[in-house]
């Protein structure tokens, strides 16, 4: 079933529990202000499957206070979400994926983000290609990490699965700073697996341009990690032990830092 939005019809939440099926096109979701800025979910999906978002625009407040802002789309135990030609903005989170499989996000855009624009735990076989992160919000006190693609194993433990990350782009714009893409497990012996990370795009004025640890599988092809003007210590590439099946190739960046056993070649190393 797909249902279909006029272009002036719009939802303040949407929330999806067991539901198969449904697809939507250019939904528009206008949340408001939120006094539950870590709990609240404009987009709620929670189990189902074959769920599909296609020219959405989905808010918070555009108020330039994040503090007001919850997650754009959050979906828990899906299989099959597809999150495509979307913008997502003024948000804490952009988009939250947590023990689902078979997800897509493509060709969207999350700005005026606090902490992460796509945030995925305990997934597996999912795409993130051609999306961009733009615009963070200053962070302040609110002791958020933000990141373009976050990749953890979350509070459950449970790491990801051969996730595809390509053709992304992460720039700082008229935000602060924010890393670009961060892999890692804090779980001793439950390793990320399979991750590849490619053609991507990271122009951001913090250390890590891309970073991976405690990952089993994990190739970083052909990606461009580069310093905006005023940054005072360029991005980089860093991968760190516990990490095996590691291969760095044909990059460009400042600095390329990975661990013993890794396979290194055809890389442009941007530093003196």
């Known amino acids: 079933m797909t249902i279909s939005f006029h272009p002036d019809a719009s939802l303040t939440s949407l929330v999806l529990r067991d539901v198969e099926g449904v697809h939507f096109d ?16 404009a987009v709620y999906i929670q189990r189902g499957g074959d769920i599909a ?20 789309v959050f979906a828990d135990g899906v299989a099959g979400l597809v999150v495509e030609n979307s913008l997502i903005h003024d948000v804490r989170n952009g988009i939250v994926v947590t023990s689902a499989h078979d997800v897509s996000i493509t060709g969207s855009r999350v700005a005026n983000i606090l902490a992460d624009g796509v945030s995925v735990s305990g997934t597996t076989n999912m795409l993130i290609k051609d999306n961009l992160c733009i615009d963070f919000a200053a962070r302040g006190t609110s002791g958020v990490h933000p990141d373009c693609i976050q990749l953890q194993a979350g509070s ?28 890692k497990s804090k779980y001793v012996g439950v390793p990320h697996r399979d991750i590849l990370i490619e053609n991507n795009l990271i122009k951001q004025s913090v250390t890590l341009g891309i970073y991976g640890e405690n990952v089993d599988g994990l190739t970083i092809r052909g990606n461009r990690v580069l310093s905006s003007p005023e940054a005072d210590t360029p991005p980089r590439i860093l991968v760190r032990d516990p990490s095996s099946g590691v291969v760095i190739e044909n990059k460009t960046a400042w600095r ?17």
Request: overall charge negative; cysteine-free; hydrophobic content about 35%.
């Open 156 to 183: 459950r433990a449970i790491a990801n699965e051969n996730i595809r990350i390509i053709d992304n782009v992460s720039l700082k714009g008229f935000g602060d700073t924010a890393q670009g893409i961060f892999v």
């Open 26 to 41: 250019s939904l528009r979701v206008e949340a408001g202000e939120t006094t539950s800025p870590k709990s609240a979910k």
């Open 256 to 272: 390329i830092v990975a661990p013993a056993g890794a396979t290194v070649s055809g890389n442009t190393a941007l530093e003196d």
């Open 53 to 72: 978002f296609r020219g959405a625009e989905i808010a918070w407040s555009n108020d330039g206070d994040p503090s007001n802002d919850g997650s754009g």
